[in-house]
């Protein structure tokens, strides 16, 4: 197969099996466990709520942390939004996490561009 998806998380923390059930999504497209590849490349964007999932301080944060480190280290690029980042105080935490803040809407077109097919959760 071929193909390109960018997985947007735009829930937060409150919303943590929306969340966690889309990075599992992302990543299994990713490493295709069901034998064949499904896609060429997969990344994934923090927008709007799902920028705070790096907060060690919200609820789940063990847990949702653990899989953008699961994708990180598969090679899948996650990205978040720096102007929300900033504006939380969420810079440091999400650089820490190996994920690079973008200018979303940047982002986003480019990823458009390259033909890559947008999926939300």
Known sequence: MTGKMLFVITSGPEEVNKVSWGLRMALNV???P???RLVDEVKVLLFC???QIVDPGTPHYEELSKRLRDLRDAGVEV???MSIAIRLGLEEETRSLGIE???ASVYVAQSVSEG???MTF
């Open 34 to 36: 069901y034998g064949e």
């Open 49 to 51: 709520g799902g920028v």
């Open 101 to 103: 803040c973008v200018h």
């Open 79 to 81: 990205a978040s939004c």
């Open 116 to 118: 890559f097919t947008i």
């Open 30 to 32: 990713h490493t295709h």
